[in-house]
Structures are given as structure tokens and as C-alpha cells.
């Protein structure tokens, strides 16, 4: 069974640039989030999505962050305009309920950003 | 807030020797879920272990097991018999009656040959 997939792995654009990021989760998995990871701030939860509906987005940014998931095999996370500050690795991870409790997240090997 | 904590920010062993890597977590909740991940320079997120609150036995997966102390709030990792391919950061999470998971700051573990 394949991982969930990101695409792509490295992207390095210049600053002002859309970026988008790209994820397709594990097949049956109803839940969808989208991780930002530096150096200063670690880990950090920017949105994640159930049954494809955003459910809390309290993490984005700012308004140059925007993620969609128009169906349960494919989310993109979107920059524009992109800066500097963005460069960062930026994980998908996607899981399911069971029990009532969520399952173990899954992790995307990463998009690596960089913004010149 | 929930809130985890990893007080040893680097850690190092000797190959073939046993290490121990200490996580804390502070919430009022009773059922919850803990886990160990592991990302190594390849930047990869790997499950390690998880740990269901309810349980009394700890986990364990091959050489790795956890040390689950529900009263202390205390979620230990314990990795025996080292292996170069150990060195890594590893995150201690944990998430509750919601879907978000609350990462400590890390470990970075330095296996020594």
C-alpha cells in the first residue's frame, strides 16, 4: 500500500512566486493535514481537512496561504505571493477514526522549500 | 493547553548500547494517545511506536518500547541495542479528543560507532 505522496520534493522559487504544494493521502483515509517545519518554530499545524470540508485553519499564516481538497485523493497547499520567510519543509499527513479516537498520522516524505 | 515536553534537546549513545529519551505531557483528558516518531536527515516522519492511554502494558516494537507512566505523565523511549541507523530527531506526540497532534520539540540522538 503506498504512503501518502507529496509532490514536489524540492522547490525553490523566487520570492513573489505562487507555489503550490501538492498531496494525495492514503486510500480510505478521511482526514488530511497540512504541516509546516522550521528551525525557529518546529512543527506547526497550519490546516487540516475531514471527509475533504477544512474543519480548522486557525494555523494558515496569513491570507497568502490557501489549501483546497476537491476530492478525498488530492489536496494542494498554495502560496501566493511567496516570501523568503515561507522556505521551510512542508508535510502532508493524512489518517483515519476509529473508535472514536483518530488513528496514527502518516506522514508525506516532505516538499522542501526554498524562497530566493 | 495540552502541552509536551522534551527536556533532553540532544542525546547521544554508543552502537550496540541502550538509551533512554524522556517526554512529559500535561492535560486533564483520560484517554488519549501517545507516539514516538522518529525523522531522520532524510526529513522523513516515521512512526515509531504508539501507546493508547487505556492500556497498562507498554508498547514495545522490536528494539524500541516505551515507558508509560499515566500518573506521572510520562512517555519514556527506550531504544536497546543501537544502530547507526537510530540517529535521528525523534518527536514525542500526543493527541486526545481531537484530531490535532501536539509535538515536543525533539531529541536529536547521536549514535557514536
Known amino acids: 500500500d503506498a504512503g501518502v505522496i507529496q509532490s514536489p520534493r524540492h522547490e525553490v522559487t523566487e520570492m513573489g512566486q505562487e507555489v503550490t504544494l501538492r498531496c494525495k493521502p492514503i486510500?480510505?483515509?478521511?482526514?488530511l493535514f497540512w504541516y509546516r517545519q522550521t528551525m525557529m518554530r518546529g512543527l506547526e499545524l497550519l490546516i487540516y481537512?475531514?471527509?475533504?470540508?477544512?474543519?480548522?485553519d486557525s494555523g494558515m499564516p496569513e491570507d497568502r496561504f490557501s489549501a483546497k481538497m476537491p476530492n478525498a485523493s488530492f489536496s494542494t497547499l498554495k502560496i501566493q505571493p511567496s516570501e523568503p520567510r515561507d522556505s521551510a519543509v512542508y508535510f502532508c499527513?493524512?489518517?483515519?477514526?476509529?473508535?472514536?479516537?483518530?488513528?496514527?498520522?502518516?506522514f508525506g516524505p516532505g516538499t522542501r522549500l526554498l524562497v530566493l | 493547553a495540552q502541552t509536551v515536553t522534551q527536556s533532553q534537546p540532544e542525546m547521544s549513545v554508543q552502537e550496540a548500547e541502550t538509551v533512554t529519551l524522556s517526554c512529559t505531557y500535561d492535560?486533564?483528558?483520560?484517554?488519549?494517545?501517545l507516539f514516538w516518531y522518529k525523522q531522520p536527515p532524510s526529513r522523513q516522519m516515521i512512526l515509531v511506536i504508539r501507546q493508547e492511554a487505556y492500556k497498562q502494558q507498554n508498547a514495545t516494537e522490536n528494539r524500541f518500547s516505551v515507558n508509560f507512566q499515566k500518573a506521572a505523565k510520562s512517555f519514556s523511549l527506550k531504544i536497546s541495542d543501537s544502530q547507526l541507523g537510530d540517529a535521528a530527531m525523534y518527536f514525542c506526540a500526543w493527541t486526545g479528543g481531537s484530531e490535532k497532534l501536539v509535538f515536543g520539540k525533539g531529541t536529536k540522538l547521536t549514535v557514536n560507532p
Open positions: 486510500s480510505g483515509h478521511d482526514y
Open positions: 492535560t486533564s483528558e483520560s484517554d488519549y494517545y
Open positions: 499527513a493524512s489518517s483515519s477514526r476509529l473508535a472514536g479516537f483518530i488513528e496514527t498520522q502518516y
Open positions: 481537512f475531514n471527509n475533504n470540508v477544512p474543519i480548522d
